[in-house]
């Protein structure tokens, strides 16, 4: 395994890429630049190698509204358009007030509120939610479409030719699945995945709130939906973390029950790789801290035995995202963020605003 850094500097927060190949064999990486985790005000980055990952550009700014421009997710057609789902978030006084004692410094805190109370900041209330935008030059530039679906890693293209992606923000605790024709992109719901739809016989499953879902398409036209559990109340080491997946077999009209995996880590990105077979990655928040990868035959089975380890080697649990592509058969970049090591170790409850910040990483990495 390779491993390289991408973007980052110690005074930024980076986090939560998405990753795609243009149609130009360019690869870009999409992520988030903001102060902190909760800070009010990301933006959409993106950087791209034209050599398989071994260089990388300076940034280019996709989407920088006064709001939290966080989440975004790409979707690479096959005429060779680039779709970015982004999520922008409006955070406000209560949200803040909210928050537990050791999350952030109370002087950082009150900056924060100070910038969210502004008249700009609220007059911005509106562009609160998902947005759509679309590049035509293999991501040099990008217009905003409108509204959209939220969506962590992007959707995917289907045989048929629509487009389809899997969002949670707007009607959670449903996951909303949302289709749009390749012609028009005009954004339908298409079906609503229910969580009781899920079959777990060893736990509990009101203690688990899903979230941040994402979709693949087997050569057989079925469709996997991958899920991510989290344990309620909150906890990133929770015992109930693991990843579930439904399954479509009309394109994502109708669902499967969703079943429990032997697979402990989210959220999960899943890659249809050129044999056939289905690649999911994931961060891992317990010891040894890291992103991992799995890989089913048929994306049903999935087996603990068959789990790959990309990194063990981070300091905490603030980290993940990994997302993946195959830049040749059996040859896979997987791009995550994680914090650097630092010694001595920076305090965390709550985070040191001096220590080194996490940046965007990849490894690159051969299948068998």
């Not at 903001?34 to 260089?55: C, L, Q």
């Not at 709001?67 to 999520?87: P, Q, Y």
């Not at 998902?130 to 293209?157: A, C, F, Q, Y």
């Not at 305090?347 to 299948?367: F, L, V, Y």
Request: proline share 6%; aromatic share 10%.
């Amino acid at each position: 395994m390779e491993h390289f850094h991408i973007y980052g500097n110690r005074h930024e927060y980076c986090a939560w890429p998405s990753v795609t190949k243009a149609k130009n064999g360019d690869i870009l990486v999409s992520f988030c630049r903001t102060d902190e985790h909760m800070g009010p005000s990301g933006a959409i980055w993106v950087v791209r190698s034209s050599d398989n990952g071994k260089t990388w550009s300076s940034p280019i700014v996709v989407r920088d509204t006064l709001l939290d421009d966080r989440e975004e997710g790409i979707t690479t057609l096959r005429d060779g358009r680039l779709i970015m789902h982004d999520w922008s978030t409006c955070h406000t006084d209560e949200s803040y007030s909210a928050m537990g004692e050791f999350a952030y410094e109370p002087w950082v805190v009150e900056k924060w509120k100070q910038e969210v109370n502004g008249i700009e900041y609220r007059e911005a209330a509106d562009l609160h939610g998902g947005w759509t935008l679309l590049s035509e030059d293999n991501g040099s530039t990008w217009n905003l479409m409108g509204r959209g679906p939220d969506s962590v890693h992007g959707g995917i293209h289907l045989a048929s030719g629509d487009v389809l992606v899997a969002s949670y923000r707007e009607t959670w605790p449903n996951i909303d699945i949302w289709s749009a024709s390749e012609k028009d992109l005009k954004w339908e719901r298409r079906s609503v995945f229910e969580p009781s739809g899920v079959v777990d016989k060893d736990s509990n499953v009101p203690g688990i709130r899903f979230g941040e879902p994402h979709v693949a398409q087997l050569p057989t036209g079925r469709v996997i939906l991958g899920l991510r559990a989290t344990s309620v109340p909150y906890d990133d080491k929770g015992d109930k973390n693991f990843f579930y997946f439904a399954t479509s077999d009309d394109e994502g009209r109708s669902w499967s029950e969703a079943h429990k995996t032997e697979i402990w880590g989210f959220p999960p990105h899943l890659l249809t790789l050129s044999d056939g077979r289905l690649l999911c990655t994931y961060g891992y928040r317990r010891e040894p801290y890291g992103e991992r990868a799995c890989i089913s035959e048929d994306g049903i089975t999935w087996k603990k035995e068959n789990e790959i380890i990309l990194r063990d080697d981070v300091d905490g649990i603030d980290l993940g995202y990994p997302a993946s592509v195959e830049l040749e058969p059996g040859r896979i970049l997987s791009v995550y963020y994680q914090s650097p090591h630092s010694e001595p170790p920076y305090r965390m409850d709550p985070p040191d605003p001096m220590r080194p910040k996490s940046a965007i990483w990849g490894t690159i990495w051969q299948i068998d």
